[in-house]
């Protein structure tokens, strides 16, 4: 069964950075927004490197967190078939359109959230763009051989680019 991506970019003129994962989980979807699953280590991974005391909570929160920091968020897929939530099982793949948040934006680089996300950014952007994106380990608890300290580590070249 084929679905359909569920929420819009965050992103304003300011954004400079942009971080792309690959689909929302089940649990996002469910949630209404992305990295919705109270496992998944996002939301304390950009806190943490933003030196923010509290971890966003509400959607309101987690939009402003990015904005703030210049950081927007979307998925490279529009449209895919996904079994649950995993990025292994995605096929049938109809990446976003994402000159509509090239051009309104400052960005100058690019994260991508994991290696699947790698990948599809290498299929459906990088020749266009000429843009490589930095890969940065996936903030998904299925990620556990990374601890936390280890991502943030790994993260901290986000804001290195601010």
Known sequence: MSLTHPFEPVFDKNSSILILGTFPSV??????????????????????????????????EKKLLLLNNKIALWDILKRCSIKGSSDYSIKNTVPVDLSILLEYTHITQIFVNGEKAHQLFMRYFYKNLKKEAIKLPSTSSANAHYTFDKLVLAWKRVTQEL
Request: aromatic content about 18%; glycine content about 6%.
């Open 27 to 60: 649990k996002s979807r469910e949630y209404g927004f992305y990295y919705g699953h109270p496992q998944n280590r996002f939301w304390k991974v950009i806190a943490s490197i933003t030196h923010t005391s509290l971890v966003p909570e509400t959607i309101e």
